[in-house]
């Protein structure tokens, strides 16, 4: 056992030597470009790009529209309940309790709409999210490819998880992701 150990330690002695010349040889250029890594800002490039900027127009302009029927719905319920308090001491008891009824009703229904709208928009934010990340991705995949990029990191946000803290604007291959992009997405 102990000469195992022996004849071990002299076969990987001259395994780290060697190993050690042969990165001594290599110059430092070559050994940096071995490993290159770069950032990417997905969310600029939805902003920034043209299908990215086309689908947020698109979003924003179905939540504006869903909005304004909301709001319309909400004004309408405003001036009933308005009505209803003017005129109710017109009603008998029964007659009340009918109007306010149907008011609760209404109300309730509104309410319920008002949900399925955010649960609606949160589904199609999350579609369109990941769909977009699937392009991101396929277009941060070929300029990594192209440049040599071994890894590439989502550099965040301030609105979302800052994920780097620093580095270097050569590594920030965010620009060369919506060009990409912008290129495989332009119908």
Do not use: C
């Amino acid at each position: 056992m102990h000469m195992m150990g022996i004849l071990l330690g002299r076969v990987t002695l001259p395994l780290v030597a060697t190993a050690m010349l042969l990165l001594t040889s290599v110059p430092a250029a070559q050994a940096a470009e071995a490993f290159k890594m770069g950032v990417v800002d997905p969310q600029a490039v939805l902003e920034k790009s043209r299908a990215g900027k086309k689908a947020l127009d698109g979003f924003k302009e179905y939540v504006a529209t869903r909005q304004k029927l909301l709001s319309g719905d909400e004004e309408e319920l405003r001036n009933q309940e308005k009505t209803l308090k003017e005129q109710m001491a017109k009603w008998s008891d029964t007659e009340k309790k009918e109007k306010e009824t149907q008011f609760r009703a209404k109300v309730q229904d509104f309410q319920k709409r008002a949900q399925e709208f955010n649960q609606e928009l949160q589904g199609k934010q999350k579609e369109l999210l990941d769909d977009y990340m699937k392009r991101i991705s396929s277009a941060t995949k070929t300029v990594a490819e192209k440049g040599g990029f071994a890894l590439v990191v989502d550099k965040g946000s301030e609105q979302v998880v800052k994920i780097v803290i620093y580095h270097k604007d050569t590594i920030d291959l965010t620009d060369q992701v919506i060009k990409e992009f912008d290129r495989v997405n332009t119908k």
